[in-house]
């Protein structure tokens, strides 16, 4: 069964850079588009971003372009979501998913991003 | 930017039909997902394509939509359907968007 897993828990002062990563336990990885998906403390969801890691091909949602960069490394199933500068309104969960047949069909368990001075 | 409206809140009894709407400019021309969100834990697809069901979802999950409106149906809600419930489609640029979600109650 393919699972998406994510890194652990960060916390990160404002102004300090940061990359997280989902890592699929299968190479099918390639062949679906990976997104990003925030959820700021107690409140709903927010589609950030998708990337297709077979040709790195990404597509960000408007609130979130340059914001944020998505990558990937084919090579070792593993997709990043990065932050060159980080905000205390960053704080969030952020959630990977993969993308399959319209929908977001298998989700990461999450990574928690506490930024706070 | 392209909005889906969902009511925050909404309880129904265990037994009852519990009805999610969610309301949108593109719904009649873009596939809708809903997606069930428990405390503490990722969220998961109910439904996708509109009413399609994933597999080891239950059948007393159920979607349909009329148009700009469509709605995630729970047919004899049980106490663990209480959770958070998101749809999800496209705006006309192809761009995904979450609606605001919706608390669903089992009293």
């Known amino acids: 069964e393919v699972q998406l897993v994510q890194s652990g828990p960060e916390v990160k002062k404002p102004g300090e850079s940061l990359k997280i990563s989902c890592k699929a336990s299968e190479h099918s990885f390639t062949s679906y588009w990976i997104g990003w998906v925030r959820q700021m403390p107690g409140k709903g969801l927010e589609y950030m971003g998708i990337i297709y890691p077979a040709d790195s091909d990404t597509k960000y949602s408007p609130p979130f372009q340059g914001q944020v960069s998505i990558s990937a490394d084919k090579s070792i199933t593993t997709v990043y979501l990065q932050w060159s500068s980080l905000k205390a309104s960053d704080t969030a969960m952020y959630y990977c998913?993969?993308?399959?047949?319209?929908?977001?069909?298998?989700w990461g368990q999450g990574t928690m991003v506490t930024v706070s001075s | 930017s392209y909005e889906l409206t969902q009511p925050p809140s909404m309880s129904v009894s265990p037994g009852q039909t519990a009805k999610i709407t969610c309301s949108g400019d593109?719904?009649?021309?873009?596939?809708t997902n809903w997606y069930q969100q428990k405390p503490g834990q990722a969220p998961i697809l109910v439904i996708y394509k509109d009413s399609e069901r994933p597999s080891g979802i239950p059948e007393r999950f159920s979607g349909s939509g009329s148009g700009t409106t469509v709605t995630l149906t729970i047919s004899g809600v049980q106490a663990e359907d209480a959770a958070d419930y998101y749809c999800q489609s496209a705006d006309s640029s192809d761009t995904w968007v979450f609606g605001g979600g919706t608390e669903l109650t089992v009293l």
């Open positions: 593109e719904l009649p021309n873009k596939f």
């Open positions: 998913a993969r993308f399959d047949e319209y929908s977001f069909d298998l």
